[in-house]
């Protein structure tokens, strides 16, 4: 039977059972679209780094033996929406059965559910055989339940695959290793030469600029960096073991000035694509610390375990438990703008200048910029979530919706109410101060709150916490810093609260 299989941008899994074996009946097809480039503005080099690994993952099913058809975006037969293209093969290739795998967005699940829903021919859809859970297994896990705690989710996940277990307990003796992860990087420990791949993507750029595809962001020397190949992604995971594995939860929440990248993994982008799984991140990480026991100590791997196993997956499953009412929710009722310098990386505040243009230049910024500087400094300035959820998704090489939603709306923006984070992640200029270098070298002063060189964070986290009042003053996690505004003289406050309102109108000016 004549069988049509289609292959999303982010679904690039060789080891998929698909692939086993060529079959001339099957006709394999990848398009590269404007529906794709368009839904939201990307970074430039986020559109690269797809066009590039598709391209790649088509030449090697064809050099594999296996028929595929594939669109480059300007191709004239291209009609750039994904079922005209569908249905345009069908005909062309008389096709009596197609098949897809299940797509990871709601937005392509709810599309293809409509394309099916008219489809004259039969189909069939299967697993992307890349996770750990299925879609719908954190929703079970949890039923019943009033709070959806990662943590219980990420235990039963230690004990489901048996991941860092002894005897039915947990190895080393705890679950969780979080307070011994919390260092400032001060050049102690050297960090080794970053691996970058040099791709050459010269050909994909000159399609990007002949489509007009309009995108934002920074692009040099015509070679994309990360991983593009199943390849290049399993030589980043061996250099990550072999180099960054050693220090990786200690300096995990590090931020520094001249440093983007510390001692993280960049493993994002391939395997958000699914160039590599979690499942060989896991194992080979596990391979490594068992042959190399006596020097890592388990603080390291635990750390990293957690954040393929545990969150990872807890935000597939949050996504899928709660779509598509989640894209909505704004339980703190925040309708700000954000301001211009997110897209200029043009501030005085040295934080959030590093964290931008790091964002503008690589397509990147590490877990703790994203939560504790933008995410931080746009909860504060009580920004809009859409607006926060859009820049989140345009600028991450890393950023498809399911990953990105419940990180920004959900953890970062606890626009969910809680459902993600048991209170929001805020903070003043004191934990910038602690985690990184950013305020000895910035315009404002950390220990200020209402003075011209005030650090804005300041104000902006009291003013915060006295505007929500309503929402977050029951909130056990955060009784504590409501009695501390309690105890604060009435007139401070009123002079705090001012200068946060200035900061918030002249956002750009700061
Ligand atoms: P490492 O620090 O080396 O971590 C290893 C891996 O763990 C990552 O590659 C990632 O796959 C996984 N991981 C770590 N933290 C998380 C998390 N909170 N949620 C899911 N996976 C996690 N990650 C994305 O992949 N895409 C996004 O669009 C994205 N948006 C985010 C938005 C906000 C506001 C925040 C706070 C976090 C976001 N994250 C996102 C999670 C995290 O910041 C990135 O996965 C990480 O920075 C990628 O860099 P790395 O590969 O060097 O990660
Ligand atoms: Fe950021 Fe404030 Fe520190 Fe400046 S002083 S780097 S604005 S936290």
């Known amino acids: 039977m004549k069988t049509l299989r289609l292959i999303l941008g982010d679904q690039l899994n060789i080891k998929h059972s698909w692939f086993k074996k060529s079959d001339d009946s099957i006709v394999y097809c990848l398009f590269e679209m404007r529906q794709e480039t368009d839904y939201v503005k990307h970074h430039v080099q986020k559109v690269i780094g797809f066009f590039a690994a598709m391209r790649q993952f088509a030449e090697v099913l064809k050099s594999n033996g296996h028929h595929v058809v594939y669109y480059k975006i300007n191709d004239s037969n291209n009609k750039q929406n994904l079922l005209d293209n569908l249905n345009q093969l069908i005909q062309d290739f008389n096709i009596e059965h197609f098949e897809f795998i299940l797509p990871d967005e709601y937005r392509l699940d709810k599309q293809l559910h409509t394309f099916t829903d008219q489809l004259h021919i039969s189909y069939t859809s299967n697993s992307a055989e890349h996770f750990y859970t299925n879609r719908n297994d954190l929703a079970d896990f949890f039923e019943g339940k009033k709070q959806y705690l990662m943590e219980n989710f990420y235990r039963d996940m230690r004990k489901k695959h048996d991941i860092l277990m002894i005897a039915g307990q947990p190895e080393g003796g705890k679950w969780n290793y979080d307070k011994s992860n919390r260092n400032k990087w001060k050049g102690e420990v050297k960090i080794p030469s970053y691996k970058w791949f040099n791709n050459n993507v010269k050909e994909v750029v000159s399609d990007i600029k002949k489509a007009k595809i309009i995108t934002f962001g920074k692009f040099k020397n015509d070679t994309f960096n990360y991983p593009i190949t199943r390849a290049q992604a399993i030589d980043q995971l061996k250099y990550f073991c072999e180099e960054l594995l050693i220090h990786f939860g200690t300096y995990q929440d590090a931020m520094h000035t001249d440093e983007e990248y510390l001692f993280h993994s960049r493993l994002s982008f391939a395997m958000n694509l699914k160039l590599i799984s979690p499942k060989d991140i896991v194992i080979s ?160 002063n950390h220990k200020n709150k209402v003075e011209e060189n005030a650090c804005p964070f300041n104000s902006l986290y009291w003013n915060f916490l006295d505007d929500k009042r309503e929402q977050l003053g029951n909130n056990f996690r955060m009784k504590m810093m409501y009695s501390l505004l309690d105890k604060m003289d009435k007139q401070d406050l009123q002079k705090i609260k001012e200068k946060a309102k200035h900061i918030i109108l002249n956002q750009d000016d700061y």
Not at 401 to 411: A, D, F, I, K, S
Not at 430 to 443: D, E, F, V
Request: glycine share 8%; proline share 2%; charged share 20%.
């Open 285 to 444: 990480v596990m391979n490594y610390y068992r042959k190399h026991i006596e020097d890592i100590n388990i603080s390291q791997v635990e750390g990293f375990i957690r954040q393929i196993i545990g969150w990872r997956e807890y935000m597939r499953g949050m996504y899928w438990a709660f779509m598509p009412n989640y894209k909505n929710l704004n339980e703190l009722d925040n309708t700000n703008k954000l301001p211009d310098f997110f897209w200029t990386g043009d501030t005085k505040m040295n934080c959030l200048k590093h964290a931008i243009n790091n964002s503008l230049d690589n397509g990147y910024a590490h877990h703790i910029q994203r939560l504790m500087i933008t995410g931080n400094y746009a909860l504060l300035t009580q920004t809009n979530p859409g607006e926060v959820d859009d820049w989140y998704l345009g600028i991450y090489v890393d950023a498809i919706e399911w990953v990105q939603l419940t990180n920004t709306r959900g953890m970062s923006q606890f626009a969910d109410g809680g459902k993600i984070a048991t209170k929001p992640y805020v903070s003043s200029g004191s934990y910038i101060n602690k985690m990184s270098n950013y305020c000895s070298s910035c315009h404002y």
